[in-house]
């Protein structure tokens, strides 16, 4: 018995969503995006068909709706995902209507990925610390960077991002000991992506037009990203690389140095969200800082993290699960995206399971 085309339709398209969602707190760039996904939707597609028609296809049957009810907007969404923007003409309007401000051309940027509202955002307004750290993502030269993130630190003292950003720039340029001396000066500092405020200003730009309260919160976390999240994975893999170029015995004191820099890090990740991408991308620097120590202890807390990421990715999966149930009403996802947005996709997660378990 082979399981209902149409349900494996709609898992995969929640499988993409996700995915999505695990990404987008990391990435902006929208092919980086588009392979997770795909890897994401793959890996866990083959696992529901070696499922079958089993509990889970049992469990679909059981929460559709009686034939010629109305199919939830989850579910519609989920099926739509790849068109559901806005239009020029619309994100024109929230912009005029918002005055053009900063924030509002920061979020016609995210909506668009057009760069003449990005420019236009860090002509009127240069020393915003929204505006200077999403300008990072248009700027290639390493010294225009560095001179970026000198501005972000001076107006947002107290935003772990300018130092480490910055570490991981001169790690670029191949200067260790001055990156290592940004870790420190930002170890005392949290972690500030200002995500919270993209995802609100992405909403409110979806409800000015005719998209209902659920489908805004929809089009917010899917338009959204935390690009500042992947760098610091890049900072990670550097200080991995020069740890690992420098042979035992020699230069013991950097290397202990770096694991140092590497663990305060992985706590600052963690401190700065209850999101599962903040969850995955710290226990892949432990383990990879770990795994350069090379002793049993570290080994078994490696496999320790390995088990976390897998026991979060099938708390991931059964919620997957649940966006193809008619019977969960608008209501409750309309909650699950608040608490993602105010609590993180965890503790989200595990609200929406604890209700249908």
């Known amino acids: ?48 068909r070696e499922a079958g028609e089993s509990a889970n296809a049992g469990n679909f049957r059981a929460h559709q709706r009686p034939v010629g009810a109305n199919r939830s907007t989850m579910r519609r969404l989920i099926n739509n995902s790849e068109k559901f923007k806005l239009t020029p003409e619309q994100i024109e309007a929230y912009l005029a209507s918002k005055n053009r401000s900063s924030e509002s051309l920061l979020t016609a940027y995210d909506l668009s990925h057009d ?64 990156a290592l001396q940004e870790m420190e000066l930002g170890q005392n500092k949290s972690i ?59 230069d013991a004191e950097m290397r202990e140095q770096i694991f140092k820099n590497q663990m305060i890090l992985v706590n600052q990740i963690r401190s700065s969200g209850n999101h599962l991408p903040n969850s995955i991308m710290a226990n ?8 350069v120590q090379d002793t049993p202890e570290a080994e078994g807390q490696i496999a320790a993290n390995r088990e976390r990421n897998k026991e979060l990715a ?4 059964r919620v997957v699960g649940l966006m193809s149930y008619d019977s969960i009403p608008d209501s409750e996802w309309s909650e699950y995206f608040d608490r993602l947005q105010q609590s993180g996709d965890i503790s989200a997660n595990e609200w929406m399971l604890s209700k249908h378990p």
């Open 1 to 48: 018995m082979k399981a209902n085309p149409r349900t494996l339709k709609i898992t995969a398209a929640g499988l993409v969503l996700v995915a999505a969602l695990v990404c987008i707190f990391m990435l902006r760039d929208r092919w980086s995006l588009r392979m997770f996904a795909l890897g994401a939707s793959h890996a866990q597609s083959s696992r529901l």
């Open 115 to 178: 760069g003449s509202y990005l420019r236009e955002a860090m002509e009127n307004d240069p020393e915003n610390p929204r505006v200077l750290l999403t300008s990072l993502q248009i700027t290639s030269d390493p010294a225009e960077t560095l001179k970026t993130l000198e501005t972000l630190k001076r107006v947002d003292p107290d935003n772990a991002l300018g130092n480490l950003l910055s570490a991981k720039a001169l790690l670029d340029q191949g200067d260790i000991e001055a």
């Open 192 to 250: 500030e992506s200002y995500l919270n405020d993209q995802i609100r200003n992405t909403e409110e730009a979806f409800l000015s037009t005719s998209f209902s309260p659920l489908e805004s919160k929809f089009g917010a976390i899917s338009s959204s990203g935390n690009p500042s999240l992947f760098q610091l994975g890049h900072l990670s893999r550097g200080l991995n690389k020069a740890a690992t170029s420098t042979p035992k015995g020699e």
């Open 284 to 291: 892949s620097i432990l383990s990879n800082a770990l795994r």
């Open 314 to 317: 099938k708390q991931s999966e």
